[in-house]
């Protein structure tokens, strides 16, 4: 089993970065009260950011290693993004579970890159209801 988009991922040269290493609990921006299948698309799945494909992080999901991070960076979002978020769901994240690493200048962001698994929607708990 390999990690989802991994046809996509192999396309970029030195994705993903290395793995960071031990178990986490990280806390993703979703757009409705449970988790849907949406919300695990990262951006390049969507055809309207075809232009991100070569970029890395792109593939992966963009989620905090805090549930104020969270929140703090969804009140940070122009209005626009703002409105396509509700929720915030967190996720245990063990070894096994996919590839996950430390992105852009804030030290709470993570890219995560699951790997391929029937039941990951059934791993993300939905934790609050956005402002």
């Known amino acids: 089993m390999g990690l ?5 991922i192999d396309k970029v040269e030195n ?10 609990v990280l806390f993703r921006l979703i757009k409705s009260s449970s988790m849907e ?15 991100t494909q070569h970029e ?6 963009s989620t905090y290693d805090n549930l104020k991070s969270a929140v ?5 979002m122009p209005e626009k993004l703002r ?4 929720h915030v769901a967190k996720v245990n994240v063990t070894s096994d579970f996919g590839i996950k690493y ?11 890159f699951p790997m391929e698994d029937d039941k990951i929607l059934d791993k993300f708990t939905v934790v609050e209801k956005l402002p």
């Open 102 to 112: 430390k992105t852009l200048d804030d030290k709470s962001h993570f890219t995560l």
């Open 72 to 76: 703090s960076n969804f009140l940070l």
């Open 4 to 8: 989802y988009y991994q046809k996509n």
């Open 15 to 24: 994705c993903p970065l290395s793995n960071h290493e031990g178990d986490l």
């Open 37 to 51: 299948h949406d919300d695990l698309l990262p951006k390049s799945a969507n055809p309207r950011y075809k232009a």
């Open 56 to 61: 890395c992080e792109s593939w992966g999901l």
């Open 83 to 86: 409105s396509r978020f509700s």
